[in-house]
């Protein structure tokens, strides 16, 4: 599995930014997806899950009501809307396949990973 992320950037502080992760390599719909983030200095971090159909999401306390998950099968693509942004939530955003199950908060759960993309939130 293939995984390239899009759609980062600079932004102020209140705007919103929509992340791309498309994917190749095995059928799309056959594993949920996943987005971690890396801040300076900090650990990756767990931000959203999607199952594989689009019907069970979960979300990171810090990102919940702001963010949102979603993904197309028919284009290989999960997508990460991200409103209200803030500066706290600069940082390479990645986009990760579990090809095993749904929807692990944890990084050891994914088997695949993007590059990452950076996004930057000014204040």
């Known amino acids: 599995v293939q995984l390239v992320e899009s759609g980062g950037g600079l932004v102020q502080a209140g705007g919103s930014l929509r992340l791309s992760c498309a994917a190749s390599?095995?059928?799309?719909?056959?594993?949920?997806m996943g987005w971690f983030r890396r801040a300076p200095g900090k650990e990756r971090e767990f931000v959203a899950a999607i199952s594989w159909n689009g019907g069970n999401t979960y979300y990171a306390d810090s990102v919940k009501g702001r963010f949102t998950i979603s993904r197309d099968n028919a284009k290989n693509t999960v997508y990460l809307q991200m409103n209200s942004l803030k500066p706290e939530d600069t940082a390479v955003y990645y986009c990760?396949?579990?090809?095993?199950?749904?929807?692990?908060?944890?990084?050891?759960?994914?088997?695949?990973w993007g590059q990452g993309t950076q996004v930057t939130v000014s204040s």
């Open positions: 990760a396949a579990d090809l095993g199950g749904c929807c692990s908060t944890s990084a050891l759960g994914y088997d695949y």
């Open positions: 390599g095995r059928a799309f719909n056959n594993y949920s």
